[in-house]
């Protein structure tokens, strides 16, 4: 890792990762990219059976009214507050991440999940109308936190563990904890289902998917107890601590030197994102409200697509080590665009005895979505230098992250209840693919600028 001095006379640490830092051996990278999964995956099992229980039984029971769109927007509304939540948790993890080091931030984001999650299972059936809701909305916010700050320590604590010509196939690992939390958590609702009888499940049943995090404070400790801080952030660290002005400041200081970066990096991930919940979560909704869908029969076809996500992710991770990450990256976006509106238009043509349509749709979803996922971690990794990447990883990742929000609450308003109005959501998504290629195109650009300017300042 080379230093080099900035025009305001600080020193300032190059992007890249890895490249001077201390060999921990394959087994030490193993050993992160095991944590990195671990943790990852019960974090998106957790933030992601909220959604889930949102979708199918939180419109239907604590904001039931009336209007079933009313009550799903309503239920979605929450979902959406854990996003807003998400870049709060980004600066605050990252602010102490860059400070304090990967792990601590790490192992208090999975504790703070796992909590806030138990604890969502155990909210009362109360005949005080606005309690069960306000306690949702507090758990809810709480998860948004957790999760804006756990995905930028698990990816730091892989790549940053990484060899250079493998850490697009390593950081993949911390991305695989999506799909694998989808497994999880689609995997126990749809057992939840074939075991009880509708009425247990709504009126507890619901409840155990959300209990079983408590397994999250056991992982917690466990990678306190068994993962050495990455060495990046010990040269780092190492580093700084010997500069004429020590950074007080991490987020700030990725905001005044990195700003254009950060934010073309999230909006890079406004379509993925998007796509991601209106695929997983807001077509539950559509096909269980909308076109009159079994849960048992969309659930098994979300847990179909998430198991299809699982080699596909390390696969185009590891082709991104091969021929560069922002060209698999943007076949991924150019993909989600190309794929949107027959999407669907799929959907829309699903019926109860043709669930197969539905299927199709989402399967296809999740596999191109692959693409995007895969070399995302290492990406959104070499985008900053080591001493503010914590901060900006996590902020550029979690920027994106309310328009994910938001995403099934404009689906509901767009389809309104008619099946023959889905189409309108693939155009939405057609519109964000084409935002995102743009946000690219700005990323490769800065890079040539970047490494122009520093051939000239090597002559």
């Not at 109308?129 to 957790?146: D, N």
């Not at 040269?235 to 990195?258: F, G, M, Q």
């Not at 559509?286 to 098994?300: E, I, K, Q």
Request: net charge positive; glycine share 10%; hydrophobic share 50%.
């Amino acid at each position: 890792m080379n230093v080099k001095v900035t025009a305001g006379g600080a020193p300032a640490l190059s992007s890249e990762i890895g490249t001077a830092s201390p060999n921990r051996g394959p087994r030490a990278v193993r050993k992160a990219a095991f944590a990195a999964t671990l943790s990852t995956s019960l974090e998106w099992y957790d933030f992601y059976i909220y959604a889930t229980a949102a979708a199918l039984v939180f419109n239907k029971t604590f904001f039931a009214t009336d209007s079933e769109v009313v009550a799903a927007m309503n239920s979605f509304a929450t979902v959406a507050l854990g996003f807003v939540a998400r870049p709060i948790g980004g600066i605050v993890a990252g602010h102490f991440g860059d400070k304090y080091g990967r792990k601590p931030i790490l192992v208090l984001s999975i504790l703070l999940m796992g909590l806030s999650t138990t604890l969502v299972g155990l909210v009362p059936n109360t005949s005080i109308v606005w309690l069960a809701p306000a306690m949702l909305v507090c758990l809810r916010l709480l998860q948004g936190l957790a999760v804006g700050g756990q995905w930028g320590g698990a990816v730091l604590i892989v790549t940053e563990y990484a060899p250079p010509n493998r850490r697009g196939f390593f950081g993949s690992f911390a991305q695989l904890g999506i799909p694998i939390g989808m497994v999880l958590g689609n995997g126990i609702f749809l057992a939840m289902t074939w075991a009880l009888s509708p009425d247990a499940f709504m009126s507890w049943g619901w409840r155990v998917p959300f209990w079983c995090s408590l397994l999250m404070l056991v992982v917690g400790f466990a990678i306190h107890r068994y993962l050495e801080e990455t060495p990046e952030f010990q040269e780092a660290e190492a580093k700084l601590a010997t500069a004429p002005a020590r950074r007080r400041s991490p987020i700030l200081d990725v905001i005044r030197h990195n700003g254009g970066t950060l934010l073309l990096a999230g909006g890079t991930y406004l379509v993925g994102i998007a796509m991601f919940y209106i695929t997983m979560t807001g077509s539950v909704q559509v096909a269980t409200t909308t076109l009159g869908m079994t849960r048992s029969d969309v659930l098994l076809w979300i847990l179909l697509a998430a198991l299809v996500m699982i080699p596909i992710v390390p696969t185009t991770a590891y082709l991104s080590d091969r021929f560069g990450r922002k060209l698999i990256y943007g076949i991924g976006i150019a993909g989600m665009g190309i794929w949107a509106v027959p999407m669907w238009t799929l959907i829309g043509s699903a019926t109860p005895e043709n669930p197969a349509r539905l299927g199709i749709a989402v399967v296809v979803s999740c596999a191109i979505m692959s693409i995007q996922t895969g070399p995302q971690a290492a990406l959104f990794a070499e985008l900053f230098p080591p001493e503010t990447r914590y901060s900006g990883a996590s902020l550029g990742y979690q920027s994106a992250a309310i328009l994910g929000g938001m995403s099934p609450m404009a689906m509901v308003a767009l389809v309104n209840g008619q099946a023959e109005n889905v189409w309108r959501v693939g155009l939405m998504i057609v519109v964000l693919a084409v935002v995102a290629l743009i946000c690219l195109l700005g990323l490769v650009r800065r890079d040539a600028k970047r490494r122009s300017e520093a051939q000239v300042n090597l002559v």
